[in-house]
Protein backbone atom coordinates (compact mmCIF):
# COMPACT_ATOMS: atom_id res chain seq x y z
CA UNK A 1 0.00 0.00 0.00
CA UNK A 2 1.41 3.53 -0.47
CA UNK A 3 0.20 7.13 0.48
CA UNK A 4 1.91 10.42 0.06
CA UNK A 5 4.17 11.53 3.05
CA UNK A 6 3.88 14.82 3.60
CA UNK A 7 6.64 17.37 3.49
CA UNK A 8 8.15 17.79 7.17
CA UNK A 9 6.18 21.63 7.61
CA UNK A 10 2.66 20.25 6.26
CA UNK A 11 2.79 17.34 9.31
CA UNK A 12 1.47 17.81 13.00
CA UNK A 13 3.46 17.28 15.62
CA UNK A 14 2.23 14.50 17.93
CA UNK A 15 3.55 14.11 20.87
CA UNK A 16 2.43 11.02 23.08
CA UNK A 17 1.19 11.05 26.70
CA UNK A 18 1.79 7.94 28.15
CA UNK A 19 -1.29 6.11 29.28
CA UNK A 20 -3.28 9.12 28.32
CA UNK A 21 -2.84 9.84 25.05
CA UNK A 22 -1.00 9.35 21.13
CA UNK A 23 -2.40 12.21 19.00
CA UNK A 24 -5.88 12.68 18.85
CA UNK A 25 -6.81 9.36 20.11
CA UNK A 26 -7.00 8.93 24.16
CA UNK A 27 -7.33 6.00 25.92
CA UNK A 28 -10.61 4.87 27.19
CA UNK A 29 -11.94 6.38 24.24
CA UNK A 30 -15.82 4.62 22.78
CA UNK A 31 -16.00 3.59 19.23
CA UNK A 32 -17.74 6.53 17.95
CA UNK A 33 -14.96 9.46 19.33
CA UNK A 34 -12.49 6.97 17.67
CA UNK A 35 -14.15 7.59 14.34
CA UNK A 36 -14.35 10.95 14.87
CA UNK A 37 -10.08 11.60 15.58
CA UNK A 38 -9.13 9.52 13.35
CA UNK A 39 -11.55 11.29 10.25
CA UNK A 40 -9.68 14.00 10.68
CA UNK A 41 -6.44 11.94 10.20
CA UNK A 42 -7.70 9.67 6.88
CA UNK A 43 -10.45 8.94 4.78
CA UNK A 44 -9.76 5.04 6.01
CA UNK A 45 -12.90 3.59 7.65
CA UNK A 46 -12.62 1.49 10.51
CA UNK A 47 -12.72 -1.96 10.24
CA UNK A 48 -14.71 -3.89 13.57
CA UNK A 49 -15.29 -7.09 15.01
CA UNK A 50 -18.79 -7.17 16.58
CA UNK A 51 -20.92 -9.33 18.00
CA UNK A 52 -24.81 -9.83 19.36
CA UNK A 53 -25.22 -12.14 22.91
CA UNK A 54 -28.21 -14.80 21.59
CA UNK A 55 -30.84 -12.90 24.38
CA UNK A 56 -29.10 -9.54 23.42
CA UNK A 57 -30.52 -6.25 20.91
CA UNK A 58 -27.36 -4.90 20.12
CA UNK A 59 -24.11 -5.84 18.62
CA UNK A 60 -21.22 -4.99 20.90
CA UNK A 61 -17.84 -3.92 18.91
CA UNK A 62 -15.08 -6.22 20.09
CA UNK A 63 -12.55 -4.11 18.46
CA UNK A 64 -11.83 -2.35 15.52
CA UNK A 65 -8.42 -1.68 13.02
CA UNK A 66 -7.13 0.71 11.10
CA UNK A 67 -4.57 -1.60 8.92
CA UNK A 68 -3.23 1.89 6.93
CA UNK A 69 -2.23 3.00 10.53
CA UNK A 70 -1.54 -0.60 12.07
CA UNK A 71 -3.91 0.43 14.90
CA UNK A 72 -5.75 -2.21 16.51
CA UNK A 73 -7.88 -1.20 18.84
Known amino acids: MKWRVPADD????????????VG???FGMGPDKLA??????????ERYRR?????????????GRYP???LHL
Open 36 to 45: AAMSEVTTET
Open 10 to 21: ERRTRMPEPFVR
Open 51 to 63: SRPADANVYTIEE
Open 24 to 26: PLR
Open 68 to 70: EFG
